[in-house]
């Protein structure tokens, strides 16, 4: 196994320029190893996605040119369920962090407040993605963040606010940490 993975490892290094490794199955080893060293185009696996599952599932799905898959779920959830119900399915709560993804979620949300991977739980005001990408581009609602305006309570998730614009807001993470009818939405999961 690890002479096999060795083998694969050091063939990618050095592929698609004649070498062979191992030499081609006669004596010094053959047995179980013996088709490791056929040849492999240089780019192999280059180009193939890092999910390559099909995009399909929630009660809606979309693809982003840069293949990322994005899933609505219409089921509205607090943000700490919703984080777990996309990790449940391995994927997590969506990172719209470039305007083509941001374009394609906010297709998907309509309508509709849906959470994303978005917020300043950790720090406040200093807003971060879920998985830890950059946050550089940007999509809130021309008076967010305000962490609920003054209003009394803490407003460190973000969702698309399909309801207005479609652009983003903070607003609580759970129901009962604001007004009422706020803290659960429905969430969109990427992979």
């Known amino acids: 196994m690890l002479r096999s993975t060795l083998c694969s490892l050091l063939a990618v290094m050095v592929g698609g320029c004649g070498v062979e490794i191992g030499g ?3 004596g010094g080893g053959g047995g179980s190893d013996s088709g ?5 185009p240089v780019d ?6 890092v999910d ?15 293949g990322s898959c994005f899933l609505l779920f219409t089921s509205a959830r607090s943000y700490a369920d ?3 119900a996309c990790l449940a399915i391995n994927a997590k709560l969506a990172v719209t962090s470039t305007a083509d993804r941001y374009a394609v979620a906010k297709t998907l949300a309509g309508t509709r407040d849906v959470f994303i991977g978005l917020s300043d739980a950790a ?3 200093t807003f971060a993605w879920i998985d830890g990408t950059p ?5 809130w609602d021309p008076a967010e963040p305000n962490n609920s305006a003054g209003g009394g309570y803490e407003e460190d998730c973000v969702v698309i606010a399909g309801g207005r614009a479609g652009d ?3 607003r609580p993470c759970a129901a009962g940490v604001g007004p009422a009818g706020t803290g659960l939405y429905p969430y969109l999961c990427q992979f």
């Open 52 to 66: 390559a599952r099909p995009c399909v599932g929630g009660d809606a799905a979309m693809t982003s040119a840069d």
């Open 24 to 26: 081609g199955g006669g």
């Open 44 to 49: 192999a696996g280059v180009d193939v996605p």
């Open 36 to 40: 490791i060293d056929s040849p492999r």
């Open 168 to 170: 983003w807001d903070d």
């Open 123 to 125: 720090t406040e005001m």
């Open 135 to 139: 946050l550089v581009f940007t999509a």
């Open 82 to 84: 919703a984080t777990t």
